[in-house]
C-alpha cells in the first residue's frame, strides 16, 4: 500500500494476490463443507433417515453451484 498526501494507492499486484487467496480460502471452505455433508449422509442413510439424507444432498447441491467445475475426463 502506498500513501500520498491522503490518498492511500493500492498495489494492484498485491490486491489481486490477497483476492486470490481469498477466493483459494472460501474454496478450501466449501469442499470441507460438501466433504462433511456427504459424511452426514452416509450417517443418515445407515440410520435409515432419508429424510435428512436429502436435505444434505440438497445443501450439497447448494455449494457446488459456488465451486469451479471439475475437470472431466476425455
Known sequence: ???SGTAVLVDPLAFEE???RNSLSAQFA???LIKQRR?????YEKAARNDLADVEKAEIAVLSAYLPQQMTEA
Do not use: D, N, V
Open 1 to 3: 500500500m502506498f500513501q
Open 30 to 32: 466449501r469442499q470441507q
Open 18 to 20: 490477497h483476492a486470490h
Open 39 to 43: 459424511e452426514s449422509i452416509a450417517q
